[in-house]
Structures are given as structure tokens and as C-alpha cells.
């Protein structure tokens, strides 16, 4: 029984930094702020279920990362209008460079597992994965802006 919650705390540990491996195009020392950006399709009756079960999943990690300092900030925000399967859910948060972003994975594998058991996850991950699909994960870089003086 041991060994089967390893490996389902392995499996979603893994599901849910996976889009950490995609950083790795990014010097690490780049300052930012850094936002990413995940985009979610759900099927036409999902939302209910998604946000229950984001809500026990994904954004305590978040909130728990936020609150020991590790990212800046984050949110979920759900699209209102067009149809379904287009974008429908989108959950961003932001970092102050890239050097944190490794950090930021390995804590949310840590605390996973301080969260919920093996079994746990696997339900919410299998309720997550009956309802939407990932369109994908996006890196943004935020601009800061500078005043142009007016040269007339």
C-alpha cells in the first residue's frame, strides 16, 4: 500500500510541475517579474467541478508558495463569454525572476504531500482531467514602462 502511494504522489507531484521543464529555455538568473500563464478548455458542463476541485488542489499550493514569499502573486480567472473548449479558464501567477522558478517547483512537490494523501490527489486529479484539458503554458516577461519625454 506504501508503495502505491508513493507512486500516486509521485504521478501528481510530477502533473503539476511539469510545466516547470519548459522553464528551461530561460537563463536563470533573467529578472522579471515573470508571469505564467496556464490556459484551460473545459468540456461544456465542467465549471462547477473544476473550480471545486482547483480549489482543493492547486490554489492552496499557490496560496502556500505565495505566503512563504516564493512568487508574487497569483489568480484564476474564467472567460464569460464564447463557447466552451476555447480558453475557457485561465490561472496565472508571477515570480520576481526566473532563478525562483525551480524553487517554486520543487516547494509545490514538497508541500503536495504535506496537503493530501496519495488517494487524495488522485481523485482531484481525475475529476481535474474528466472536465478540461491544458491548451498550454505560456512564459510573459512584464514590461516596465518609462516615461518618453516629449521631444518638440
Known amino acids: 500500500m506504501k508503495s502505491v502511494l ?7 507531484a510530477l ?3 511539469a510545466p516547470f521543464a519548459g522553464a528551461g529555455d ?3 538568473d533573467t529578472d522579471g517579474p515573470w508571469v505564467i500563464v496556464d490556459t484551460v478548455d473545459l468540456v461544456s458542463y465542467g465549471d462547477a467541478t473544476y473550480l471545486d476541485y482547483l480549489g482543493k488542489g492547486y490554489v492552496p499550493l499557490l496560496e502556500k508558495v505565495k505566503s512563504e514569499g516564493l512568487i508574487l502573486d497569483y489568480g484564476v480567472m474564467m472567460k464569460v463569454t464564447g463557447a466552451a473548449g476555447d ?10 525572476s526566473m532563478a525562483d522558478y525551480e524553487k517554486v517547483g520543487e516547494r509545490m512537490g514538497e508541500i503536495a504531500g504535506e496537503m493530501h494523501t496519495g488517494d487524495e490527489w488522485q481523485v482531484i486529479w481525475k ?3 474528466e472536465v478540461r484539458t491544458l491548451r498550454g503554458t505560456e512564459f510573459y516577461r512584464a514590461v516596465e514602462w518609462s516615461p518618453v519625454e516629449d521631444s518638440e
Open 15 to 17: 502533473a503539476m510541475v
Open 6 to 12: 508513493q507512486v500516486a504522489l509521485f504521478a501528481f
Open 26 to 28: 530561460f537563463e536563470s
Open 127 to 129: 475529476k481535474l482531467e
Open 87 to 96: 480558453g475557457d479558464v485561465v490561472i496565472w501567477w508571477s515570480l520576481k
